[in-house]
Nanobody, 117 residues
Framework: QVQLVESGGGLVQPGGSARLSCVTSGIIFMLYDMAWYRQGPGKQRELVARIGYDSRPTYIDSVKGRFTISRDNTRNRVYLQMNNLKPEDTAVYYC???????????WGQGTQVTVSS
């Protein structure tokens, strides 16, 4: 069973940065694409960024140039570096492993990122 634990969120001022981390267990991490999702207030959960097992990243348009997804296969971790944060980035951020493009793990508690002055 896939287990996912996110950390690294908090209160950030507009224009600031945050680095999220997700540790994974229960899978052979290096074989899976990984992704970060977010769910803002009153919104549906959306895919923000994904990174292939080959470390190729993709992003939604609204975060391109500001967010960077990376992975460390030796530590079973995936990261999301978020720069130039905007209030609309406020959300609970979740990670998950992907299989055929769909998340396979039960959603963890996520980590709250609040962008506000």
């Amino acid at each position: 069973q896939v287990q996912l634990v996110e950390s690294g969120g908090g209160l950030v001022q507009p224009g600031g940065s945050a680095r999220l981390s997700c540790v994974t267990s229960g899978i052979i991490f290096m074989l899976y694409d990984m992704a970060w999702y977010r769910q803002g207030p009153g919104k549906q959960r959306e895919l923000v960024a994904r990174i292939g097992y080959d470390s190729r990243p993709t992003y939604i348009d609204s975060v391109k140039g500001r967010f960077t997804i990376s992975r460390d296969n030796t530590r079973n971790r995936v990261y999301l570096q978020m720069n130039n944060l905007k209030p609309e980035d406020t959300a609970v951020y979740y990670c998950n492993a992907l299989q055929n493009g769909s998340p396979i793990g039960s959603w963890g508690q996520g980590t709250q990122v609040t962008v506000s002055s």
